[in-house]
Nanobody, 116 residues
Framework: QVQLVESGGGLVQTGGSLRLSCAAS????????MGWYRQAPGKQRDLVAT???????NYAGSVKGRFTISRNSAKNMVYLQMNSLEPEDTAVYYC??????????WGQGTQVTVSS
């Protein structure tokens, strides 16, 4: 099993910044892709950004140029720097980890609220 613990969410005004962190622990062997997803009230959970163990990144179009995902494999951490936040970014943000053979794990989520 892999445990993922997010931190760094909160309330911020439009145009502000937040940095989310996710700490992975447990049986982390074979974790390849780590990423962030978000779910707004009444909506499905959507991809925000992912990063592979090789450092390749992928972003949702709505956050490209504003959000940056990074990873510290030595510390088993993944981060999401969020700049120029908009009310539409308000959601619960979930950390995600995927093993090479497909096992997927989720954190408990952290709330991000952007006020207009």
């Amino acid at each position: 099993q892999v445990q993922l613990v997010e931190s760094g969410g909160g309330l911020v005004q439009t145009g502000g910044s937040l940095r989310l962190s996710c700490a992975a622990s447990g049986s982390i062997f074979g974790i390849n892709i780590m990423g962030w997803y978000r779910q707004a009230p009444g909506k499905q959970r959507d991809l925000v950004a992912t990063i592979t163990s090789d450092g390749n990144t992928n972003y949702a179009g709505s956050v490209k140029g504003r959000f940056t995902i990074s990873r510290n494999s030595a510390k088993n951490m993944v981060y999401l720097q969020m700049n120029s936040l908009e009310p539409e970014d308000t959601a619960v943000y979930y950390c995600n980890a995927v093993r090479n053979w497909g096992d997927r794990y989720w954190g408990q989520g952290t709330q991000v609220t952007v006020s207009s």
